[in-house]
Structures are given as structure tokens and as C-alpha cells.
């Protein structure tokens, strides 16, 4: 037999090993298994992802804790006011009577300044409408009058911010203010998601932040406020806890918790641009769980 021939019979016979070989020979070098921002990864991303445009997204599964999705999720970021999110964390925790008459300050007007707001200085408020405000209708004045009526004020409050988030293990995240206005407010997507499922454990927080709306009287009127995240008031929606954000620099802001195809996701979506595009991508998100209910991660 040829040389020729003893070679093609060699080939033939280990063909599988030569082919193992070639494919191992021409893997890219950054082929390596996705590392998740949180949870734990059961699969590698083989799937299409949901084509989102915010800058960071964290999807998450609330009960498993699997990372569903991640986009630059341990990067931190300017969260605007997904910060009254700990804000009224603190003022649960602290055991302060949500039925205690709080009035509107000029030091909450100043705190808050150049933010709008119809909680003139003088207005006379309980603590559970303030934090329902600043939790449903995204109100700064409410939160800084949270602050100041905190024991030590509006640094004590701050403190115990920034105490609670290191025990959430939250390592990516700095407050400086109780309102998110300032841009030294900062976490990262994984971050705000250990915030939302530690929030979540409050019945009154659950209920403030998915109202779609709640009035209050000022100056012997009603005043109604709304819903900063109108996805609350859709019927397709189940929206257990929630929060919205936006500055100039954070962008837009989503945080929440909802149930998708009976399963209790957590959607985080840091510095989206536009009005809209933070709902558009909480509805691409749902929509890609649904047709992918068995996805556990995927990365983009």
C-alpha cells in the first residue's frame, strides 16, 4: 500500500480526533464561561439576548438568584433617585411612626433645590405620606424632610445609608444625599438588585412605591400625585416594588420587581436614554423571558 493511501485510512480512522482538534485549535481566546455580576450561572449564554439599550442591566432571578441577564452590571453608575429606594428603607428600619406630623422645612426646600416640587415650605405631612411621595411620586423634598427628621438629622440618616448598604453587601454603592439628586450618589446594577429584594420585604414600601396614585392635603386641598412609572397602572404588568430615577447625569433609571411567566424577576436598567426607552426595555425583557422561559444567563 502507498504511502498516500496509509495516510487517508489514518484520517479516516481518527478522523473525530483531528476534527476535536481543529476546533480546539481555532477557539477564540475569550471563549471562556460568562461570569455572572450576581447569583450563579447553570448555563452558558447560548441563547439570543433581549436587545436593550440602556448603559447597565441586571436581570434576576428573585427566587433562585440566577443572573437571567447582564449588561456591565458591576459598573457603577450615577443612580439619581432609585436612592429613596434605601431612603425609605432606612425609615422603616428605624421604627420612626409613619403616623408622626412632619412640616415641610426651608431647609427641605434648599436641600432639594432645583428640583421641582409641590410640597410647599410650611406644608404639614405624616411620615408614611411623605415616604409614600417619595417613594410613588419621586419627590426630593419629601425624602430631605425624612432625613431631617431622622435622630441626628440629615448626617445621621446619610450614615445609616451608607451602614445599611455595606450590610447588603452592596460594594459598589455610595450616598451622599437622601434624595439622589447629587451625582455622588452611585451603585452598580448588581447593587440596586440586593436593594430591591431587601426592600421587598416591606409590605409598606411594596405598596407606596406601586400606587398609581395618592393625594394629600395641603393648605386645606387635595393634591393628587402620580406614579412616576406608569407600567403600575397596566393590567399586563405585576409590579410587587418599583422605583424610577433620572438626573442629568444618571439618565433614565428602572428598578423593580415584577412576575414574569409566574416567576419573580428583578429588572435593574441604569442610564437609559430618552423618555421611554427604560419601559421599552422592561417590555423587551419581558418579552424575551417569555419566549425563553428556561434561560437562566445571558450577557451582551
Known amino acids: 500500500m502507498s504511502a498516500s493511501h496509509s495516510w487517508v485510512r489514518a484520517l479516516r480512522a481518527n478522523g473525530w480526533a483531528i476534527a476535536a482538534l481543529f476546533v480546539l485549535a481555532f477557539q477564540p481566546a475569550n471563549a471562556a464561561q460568562p461570569k455572572a455580576s450576581t447569583g450563579r450561572i447553570t448555563k452558558a449564554a447560548t441563547q439570543s439576548s433581549p436587545e436593550v439599550r440602556s448603559k447597565a442591566v441586571l436581570v434576576l432571578d428573585a427566587g433562585s438568584g440566577d443572573v ?24 422603616i428600619e428605624s421604627r420612626q411612626s409613619l403616623d408622626e406630623v412632619i412640616t415641610v422645612t426651608r431647609e427641605d426646600r434648599d436641600g432639594a433645590r432645583g428640583a421641582a416640587s409641590r410640597l410647599t415650605v410650611g406644608a404639614v405631612l405624616t411620615r408614611g405620606d411623605l415616604m409614600h411621595l417619595a417613594l410613588m411620586a419621586s419627590d426630593n423634598r419629601a425624602a430631605y424632610a425624612l432625613a431631617r427628621t431622622y435622630p441626628g438629622g440629615k448626617p445621621a440618616f446619610v450614615a445609616a445609608m451608607n451602614a445599611k448598604a455595606r450590610i447588603l453587601g452592596m460594594t459598589q454603592t ?7 439628586l447629587s451625582a455622588g450618589n452611585v451603585a452598580c446594577a448588581a447593587d440596586i438588585a440586593k436593594l430591591i429584594l431587601a426592600v421587598s420585604e416591606h409590605a409598606a414600601i411594596r405598596e407606596y412605591s406601586t400606587d398609581g396614585n395618592h393625594s394629600v392635603t ?26 424610577t430615577g433620572y438626573t442629568s447625569d444618571a439618565g433614565q433609571c428602572l428598578a423593580m420587581r415584577t412576575v414574569i411567566q409566574n416567576r419573580s424577576v428583578v429588572i435593574v436598567l441604569l442610564d437609559s436614554f430618552g423618555k421611554h426607552t427604560r419601559t421599552a426595555d422592561a417590555r423587551r425583557i419581558r418579552r424575551w423571558l417569555e419566549s425563553h422561559p428556561t434561560q437562566t444567563i445571558a450577557r451582551s
Open 68 to 91: 437571567l441577564f447582564a449588561r456591565n452590571a458591576n459598573s457603577a453608575l450615577s443612580i439619581a433617585s432609585l436612592t429613596k429606594l434605601m431612603t425609605a428603607l432606612v425609615v
Open 174 to 180: 455610595r450616598f451622599v444625599d437622601p434624595s439622589g
Open 218 to 243: 395641603l393648605v386645606k386641598q387635595a393634591i393628587e400625585f402620580r406614579n412616576t412609572n406608569y407600567l403600575v397602572t397596566k393590567a399586563d404588568w405585576d409590579i410587587q416594588v418599583q422605583k
